[in-house]
């Protein structure tokens, strides 16, 4: 509970005396107060309104703050760690909606909740920024290997019909979606555009300078081959001519010989150098995986979790492209 005051401590009776001295204070104050004091109360006007605006998850709130710096109010509405592929929406997200002046979202169908959400927010004035705009999806470049019967029989839990959307991890695709989300912040908020131009100036400079480091870094080694446990890096694949040649659904528990078996054999088929999983990922078959296939497993980062400074976007790339050489050279 907020305590809005001081409470008086049960079984003590408060004196008039204070209260008084309080009062004679205050009205020496008024009285003794000069010319300039009173000239600088009057210009204290309340701050004006900050355009509040919504973003679905962590690398979209990291570009939209790096765009928004402090002009505006950014929130994020699926909280870092969290599968933003099967979120379900919660009351505190619909009331985040319903008085937000901007949403902004990855789009590519990735935010499945946000439709239904949007709906019963019921906010005319919303405008919503699809920062995949101008972006041209592809589909998975690479074959999906289903290791477990279970697997085979259902649909992949975030089947992509509009095309993949991890584009965030492609700095070239990233600097789009700054684009976009610079641009319909100007036109929510043109009061604000020089902020916006500025900011996602500076930011664009320094994707731009990740670009030409992952190129110079990867030309070393065309067409390095790797499997992952996760489809979340075709544009990164394709954008620095490595070669994506699978990824391997696995079960994440009560594993079977026969599952096993399955990814091991999916894995040797296609001669790979390196296997890749993800932060937090502890699966007994991905070890098990890289002992039997005499394979480092090294662990490439989706961003989908992290500190929520928009630095960071940079720090994790980074980490990323030290990881791709060591598994590729």
């Known amino acids: 509970m907020v305590r809005t005051g001081i409470e008086p401590k049960k079984g003590r009776r408060r004196s008039g005396i204070l209260p008084l001295i309080a009062l004679l204070i205050l009205s020496s104050f008024g009285c003794n107060q000069s010319p300039t004091d009173k000239k600088a109360v009057s210009q204290e006007q309340p701050s004006a309104k900050k355009t ?39 009351p505190e997200n619909v009331k985040a909606i319903a008085t937000a002046n901007i949403l902004v979202k990855n789009g590519l169908g990735l935010e499945e909740f ?47 019909t509009s095309g993949n959307p991890h584009i965030w991890l492609d700095p070239l695709m990233a600097k789009q979606q700054v684009i976009n989300i610079r641009d319909g912040l100007i036109a929510a908020d043109p009061q604000n555009k020089a902020t916006y131009e500025a900011n996602s100036a500076a930011y664009i400079q320094k994707l731009d300078q990740l670009n030409s480091e992952f190129q110079q870094t990867l030309q070393k080694y065309p067409n390095c081959t790797f499997v ?26 009560q594993l079977s010989p026969t599952d096993v078996q399955n990814a091991v054999n ?6 790979v150098k390196a296997l890749f999983t993800e932060p937090g990922t502890d699966n007994k078959l991905l070890k098990s995986l890289s002992q039997d296939l005499k394979l480092n497993l090294q662990t490439l ?10 630095q960071h976007y ?6 990323n492209l030290q990881t791709l050489e060591a598994a590729c050279k």
């Not at 109010?73 to 979120?87: D, K, S």
């Not at 999916?266 to 001669?271: E, L, S």
């Open 228 to 253: 992952t446990f996760h489809d979340a890096y075709p544009y990164l694949a394709q954008r620095y001519k490595l070669k994506q040649v699978a990824v391997v659904e696995i079960p994440e528990d």
């Open 52 to 90: 509040k605006i919504v973003t679905t998850f962590l690398p979209i709130y990291w570009f939209t703050k790096a765009v928004a710096g402090d002009v505006a109010e950014v929130e994020i509405l699926v909280p870092p760690g969290t599968e933003v592929h099967e979120y379900q929406a919660k």
């Open 114 to 160: 946000l439709e239904e959400t949007v709906k019963n927010a019921q906010n005319p004035k919303l405008t919503e920024i699809d920062t995949s705009k101008g972006i041209k999806p592809v589909k998975e470049i690479s074959p999906i290997v289903k290791t477990s019967k279970e697997d085979k029989d259902h649909d992949h839990d975030h089947e992509h």
């Open 301 to 310: 980062d989706s961003l989908e979790n992290g500190e929520t400074d928009p």
């Open 266 to 271: 999916a894995v040797k088929k296609y001669q």
């Open 314 to 319: 940079f720090q994790a790339m980074k980490a």
